[in-house]
Every structure is written in structure tokens, then in C-alpha cells.
């Protein structure tokens, strides 16, 4: 009950700035964006000329998974600074503006106001995703070649779950600071560590969240779920459970 | 019985004591004020009250209860500087907070609406908070602070911001609360704590300096002056003044005089001895009580 | 290549995408009482610089 009226107030801002039309738009463009112009780039090359005469342009057509898969290089990089930059304020926002204040004074649970805040925030992003790699999926069906329905939803739910995983972190690191700017920091400086980790102690860290994409990789080509795959969400998903837990932990707490 | 008991409470902030000691009790139906200079700690005394910040020392037991129940399902808070989702209506705050409060959807509506008008913002219900006025939005946090109807309502320097007329409003509008709830407000101006309260708590650097009724605090701290003038200056006047037993201190600007005294009545006759006898030329005989105030700047002139 | 040998039917729904994004962000700014800077530059940062220039708005413009 006073789970959901959070969760609706969330909803309503989101609604109110404009961010159920922004984000998706953003996802939906780094979804396909980069289909399009690997897709035309030896012919934009071959136009704008220049070229010595004889020249040959060999750029070789990605297969339709590696295609698919660029989707998912788009929002490893850019969809987490969007996610990080859209999420900086979730907490923070309130603590520093001084919200919380009338907010807080009444007699919420701050496990309702964490995971409730985490929830919209999950529901506006994971949407965003689906519409983005849905549409990533269609533009590498048509420009590439076929790859299942099937394929998408598992790595819909698959990255479902990294991406979970850094909204995670973005909303533990909301309870540390007040100020926007450095919860984007750290909690950049935050999955940028874990995948450092990852690749200097991946041969033994094999179910560290920072393999996911890799992982995701072989699966668009391959379509098994391997147990490693299987281990890393695991993992993941346990690790998400701790960052909510410590965050509720940490704002209940705080000396604000 | 109180209906919160405060005992021994302290506060440090990086080693710095902002609340030392603190130890009071607030009576149902009550009406307290929390006076004090900028400052003084008000501020942190209702922060810890309400939850904000934890004690270092010392604990807060609402209704013969530990703390161990939540004590913000009775308490209504209003910080200096309420700041509110702008975006949202007037209503649409109140409704929020409300069903925070664990009210239904309903109710809250019902009394968000009610609440609305009786602080005098009835008219800006559908309006965006964005477009509010520093009193509105006064009023608006007052209100927010009724929403769960709470036993006891706290506003930090309630009237501070306000204009005079609006300043009139809200304190109006305390003394009608005064009948459902208790309320602890902050000020530091003695004036609005005469006005509406019952009770003084007197703060200075974070220690509580005085306590008690209105009544109390005057007649505990209340010694004579009279103040005499006279159409001419007599000489050896002070020195005569002083001599008089009952005479404690004898202050003379000019023509005027002023005498402070433990007896009032004895000085009185003393001193009318000696002005029919000397013959001189009064032309005022006042007597002055002194006030609060005398007592508040005492206290933080110190 | 010339322009006929690109396929519209592809690149068109980015294009009309980006259009949407433009236009909320232009309505959002007129609509909305206060923005993080001027107005104006807002408006320069969206029409010129097509997709950041929209985000940028939305994330650091609007006063929250």
C-alpha cells in the first residue's frame, strides 16, 4: 500500500518530465543506431571517395548475430551513462533538495521508499530496453539476416539483469551522498572497477557480473545457456539483493 | 502523565556539542515555545525529536512508550524551509504524504481538501507548487503537517517568514491547534512565543537556560522598578535614593529616575516620605514590571 | 552511390524518431517556468546538436 503510492508518485514524475518519452526514444536510437551505420558505412565510404584508384573497400558484413549484438555494445557504454546520469538524483535528489524532510517525517519504511523508488526507476529503464532491442532485433533481421524471436527475449532477460544490476548499484550509492554529481561518479567508477576485476581475475572470478556480456555474446550465437551463464546470474541477481538490503541499511542510518 | 518526556539529551556534531543536556516534558493539550537566538539549537532539538538525527546521549519516550514504536505516526514536522515536490498540486502533495501517513486514497483527499482551507490556500487546491508564494508554501508545509493527525505538532520558526498579516494568520491558526494537539514550536522571537504559548523552553547554546509557564517564568523573575520624573533635576539625588532601605539599585538619565526594588509597596511609601518631605517636583510616578524580555536579553547577553 | 540507392524506408523511422525527441524537448522548454541558464541556448543546444543536444537538456535544463 504505502509501497505502491510510492511507486506511482514515481510513475506521475516520470510521466511529468517528460522521461517516459525521452529515455525510450534514446534507447530505441542506441538500439539501431549503430546497425544502420555499420550497414552503410562501406557505401558512405565508397561515396565521399578519395580513395586511391584500385583501392578496395573491405569492410566484411557482420553475421546477423554480431549484428544483434552491437545493440548490446551501445548500451554497455552509453545506456549506463544514460542510466547513471537519469538515476543520480533518485535519492540524492531528495536528500539534498530537502524533500526528504516532509517526506521522511512521516511514518515511511525506508525499505518501501528504496525498493519502491528502485522499482520505477527498473520499470522506466527495462521498458526502454526491451523497445530498444526489439527494435535493434528488427533492423538486424532486415539488413543482416535472421535471428530468432526467441534469441531476443533470452537476451532481453539476460541483460535485463546486468542492466538491473547497475541500476542497483547507481540507487546503493544514492544513500551515500547528497550531492547528484558524485553519485554519478562513484557509481560509474563503481561497474568500471567491477569489469577491471573481471578482466585482470576473470580466469577465476568466472561467475563475476562483469562477464555477462561476453557470456550474452555466446549465447546470441550459439543459443545455449551455459552453465557459467547460468552461474553469473546467479550471482548477479545475489549480488542486486545485497546492494538493496545495504542501501536500505545505510539510509536508515544516515544522519541526515 | 506527558505525553513525550526528553532525558538528558545531547548532541555533537564532528566533536561539537550543538544540544547539551537537554531535559523536559510536554504536557498534552500544550502549547511550548522554543525560544531561543539564532543559533541556540532549536533547529537539531526538533531534528532529533523527529527522528532526523540520533542522539548522542540521552533518549526521547513518547506516551510512556520507548522509541522502539515509531514515533512519526504521531508527529507532525514542519522544517524552517519547507521544500516540495514543484511539481505536483497543492492537493496532490498532501494526498501523497497522506497515504504515507496510511491514510486511504479517500480520506486523505477528503482531509487534504479540508486542511487546504483552513490554512487559507483553498483557492490554489489545483494549482503546481512551482507557482506558489513564500507564504503559500508556508502554509502549505503547515498543513502538510496536520495530514496524519498527529498528537503532536512540531514547526520550526513557524512565523519568521511570514508578513505581518500572514504572520497574524498562522498564529491564529496555532492557538485553534492548540485545542487537538500539542504543539513545540521554535522561534527566536519573544513576542510570537507570548502570544500563543503556554509554556517557554529557553535555549542558549544549546543548553535549556529556563523552563516553565508564562506565569512562572514572570513572577520567578519579576523584581519592582518605578520610574520617577521630575520637572527639574534635584541634586544629591542618587545618593539620597540609595540610602533608602528598601532601594536596591538606582539607575538617573537626566530627569528620570529609575529605581529597582524586592518590595515594592514599602519603597513606595519610602519614597513618597522623602519627595513630600524634600518637596520636590515630581510630575510622573510609574510603576514597571520587568518583562520577558528583560529576562530573555539577561539570559542571552550573557 | 547517390542518394537513391539508400533505403529511406530504414533510415526514416530514425529520423522521425529524433523529430519526436526534438519537438518534446522544444515544447517541454517552452512549457516549462525556469530552466538551469538561459532559455535561448537551450533551444541553440537542441536544434543544433541532433540527439545530445535534446538529452542534454532534459538531464541538466530542466530545473527539477
Known sequence: MQWSVIFKKEMVEYVRNVKWIWVPIVFLIFGIMDLITTYYLPKIIESVGGMPEGAQVNIPTPAPEQAFFMSIGEYGTMGILIIALVSMGLIAGELKSGVYELVLSKPVKYSNYVTAKWAALSTLILTSLFIGLLAGWYYANILYGDVSFGTFIGTFLIYSIYILFFITISVFVNTWFKRPGMVLFVSLLFIILVNIITSIFGHYLTWSPGHLSSYLNGYIHTGNVTGDLWGTLATTLFLIVILLFSAVTVLKNKEM | ?302 | MGLEDINWALIAPLIIVEMILLAVALIDLIRIEETNGPKWVWAVICIFISLIGPVLYFIFGRRQ
Not at chain 2, 511550548?32 to 526538533?46: F, H, Q
Not at chain 2, 547554546?205 to 520617577?228: A, M, P, W, Y
Not at chain 2, 519603597?267 to 510616578?285: F, G, I, N, S
Request: glycine fraction near 6%; include cysteine; hydrophobic fraction near 35%.
Open chain 2, 1 to 302: 502523565m506527558s505525553l513525550i518526556a526528553v532525558n538528558g539529551l545531547s548532541k555533537a556534531f564532528d566533536g561539537k556539542q550543538v544540544v547539551k543536556d537537554l531535559t523536559f516534558q510536554l504536557e498534552p493539550g500544550k502549547c511550548v515555545a522554543l525560544l531561543g537566538p539564532n543559533g541556540a539549537g532549536k533547529t537539531t532539538t526538533l531534528r532529533l525529536l523527529a527522528g532526523f538525527t540520533r542522539p548522542t546521549e540521552g533518549n526521547i519516550t513518547f506516551d510512556e512508550q520507548s522509541l522502539s514504536t515509531d514515533i512519526r505516526n504521531y508527529v507532525g514536522y514542519l522544517p524552517q524551509f519547507p521544500v516540495f515536490h514543484n511539481w505536483m498540486t497543492g492537493m496532490e502533495f498532501l494526498i501523497y504524504v497522506g497515504q504515507l501517513s496510511y491514510l486511504s486514497k479517500s480520506e486523505a483527499t477528503e482531509r487534504a481538501s479540508q486542511l487546504m482551507d483552513r490554512v487559507g490556500i483553498g483557492d490554489a487546491k489545483k494549482q503546481r507548487i512551482g507557482k506558489y508564494s513564500g507564504g503559500m508554501r508556508q502554509r502549505l508545509g503547515i498543513a502538510q503537517a496536520l495530514m496524519n493527525k498527529p498528537k503532536l505538532i512540531m514547526l520550526d520558526e513557524p512565523v519568521s517568514a511570514l508578513d505581518p498579516i500572514g504572520r497574524r494568520e498562522v498564529l491564529n491558526l496555532m492557538n485553534e491547534l492548540k485545542k487537538d494537539a500539542t504543539i513545540l514550536f521554535s522561534t527566536h522571537i519573544l513576542n510570537d512565543a507570548e502570544e500563543v504559548s503556554d509554556e517557554l523552553l529557553l535555549l542558549h547554546r544549546g543548553e535549556l537556560v529556563e523552563q516553565g509557564s508564562l506565569d512562572q517564568l514572570n513572577n520567578l523573575h519579576q523584581t519592582g522598578k518605578i520610574e520617577l520624573t521630575f520637572s527639574d533635576n534635584p541634586d544629591s539625588l542618587k545618593e539620597d535614593l540609595e540610602k533608602l532601605s528598601t532601594v536596591e539599585h538606582v539607575d538617573v538619565h537626566n530627569r528620570s529616575v529609575n529605581i529597582i526594588t524586592s518590595d515594592e509597596d514599602a519603597t513606595r511609601k519610602e519614597l513618597l516620605q522623602y519627595v513630600t518631605a524634600k518637596d520636590l517636583p515630581l510630575t510622573k510616578y510609574e510603576v514597571a514590571k520587568t518583562t520577558l524580555e528583560d529576562l530573555f536579553m539577561k539570559v542571552v547577553s550573557k
